[in-house]
């Protein structure tokens, strides 16, 4: 008796299943073809963590494809023509000329710049799965979530503009850059690079620049004290002292290329322990955003760096 109960009950059950409650589940989703709609593409992850931080995302729709400032003839570029899957961009190349590594230019107020928007997969040119640059995406949504949101705020980040390829045509051979920080506007320009790790690098690098620009002096006496003696930012090489070539540009992109590299790179501190003048450079970096920051919220830096 007892067990026909149970199985009456049982039937009973399977009979009056409830409903599936779809309110909260999000377009494409519904789409039970599609075993990957419910992954978290690049950009939705940015748009939490740019919300998070209160940044505004720019990303580029089949209306409006091309980010420009104070250029007098920006070539013309048809909406989404760019950005579309099947004729990508050479990434970090121009047209007909071999690749120039090169990872920003100071972005001085009236200079000109263009950033050819990454496609925001979010809309119906797009609706299901991620585009070609998630990886690159997911990398910058990654790094910016690493810094708490007081330290945007102290690097004065407003704006992030997510593009396939960026050109400063004042900067020396008109090269396509990686990034730029522009302080005047208080946006950071990223390009989706062939690396996702490249990606993580340059929001380092241009996010450091910012906070520099608000967290120090035009000629910073201090940091400058710490290079090797006799030595001139562009004139000559040294052998310590630098995290590579490109940190002896100048003292802005000395600073930008040591705090990235703090963040990135895991044997930082083995250098470090080898070169008493980096060392010195990584601590005063710590300093500096330890003096911006609330009582706590530097832990980022030391739990990265763990030999400061």
Not at 211 to 222: H, L, N
Request: charged share 25%.
């Amino acid at each position: 008796m007892r067990l026909a109960v149970a199985v009456v009950l049982v039937l009973a059950g399977c009979g009056h299943a409830a409903p599936r409650d779809v309110r909260n589940v999000p377009f494409p989703t519904l789409e039970k073809d599609r075993p990957d709609a419910r992954r978290v593409t690049g950009t939705i992850a940015l748009r939490r963590v740019a919300e998070r931080g209160q940044i505004a995302l720019e990303l580029g729709t089949n209306s409006h494809a091309l980010l420009a400032f104070d250029c007098a003839d920006p070539p013309p570029v048809a909406p989404g023509s760019q950005l579309s899957p099947g004729a990508p961009r050479s990434p970090g190349s121009s047209p007909g000329s071999p690749r120039r590594p090169r990872l920003d230019v100071p972005a001085t107020p009236r200079a000109c710049y263009r950033c050819v928007l990454a496609m925001d997969d979010a809309g119906p040119q797009n609706p299901y799965g991620p585009q070609p640059h998630d990886a690159s995406l997911l990398m910058i949504a990654r790094t910016l979530h690493r810094y708490p949101p007081s330290f945007v705020r102290a690097a004065r980040l407003e704006a992030l503009a997510v593009c396939t390829s960026i050109e400063a045509p004042a900067s020396a051979d008109l090269e396509h850059l990686d990034g730029l920080a522009d302080g005047h506007r208080r946006r950071m320009l990223v390009r989706v690079a062939d690396s996702a790790d490249r990606a993580g690098v340059v929001v380092h690098h241009e996010i450091y620049h910012l906070f520099d620009e608000v967290s120090s002096a035009e000629v910073d006496a201090p940091w400058i004290a710490l290079n090797p003696r006799d030595f001139t930012y562009g004139v000559a090489k040294a052998t310590s002292g630098f995290v590579d070539d490109y940190a002896q540009t100048n003292a802005r992109e000395d600073k930008a290329s040591t705090f990235a590299a703090m963040m990135t790179e895991d044997d930082f501190c083995a250098r470090a322990a080898a070169d008493p003048i980096l060392l010195g450079k990584a601590r005063l970096i710590a300093e500096r955003i330890a003096n911006r920051l609330p009582r706590g919220d530097a832990a980022f830096v030391r739990d990265r760096v763990r030999c400061l």
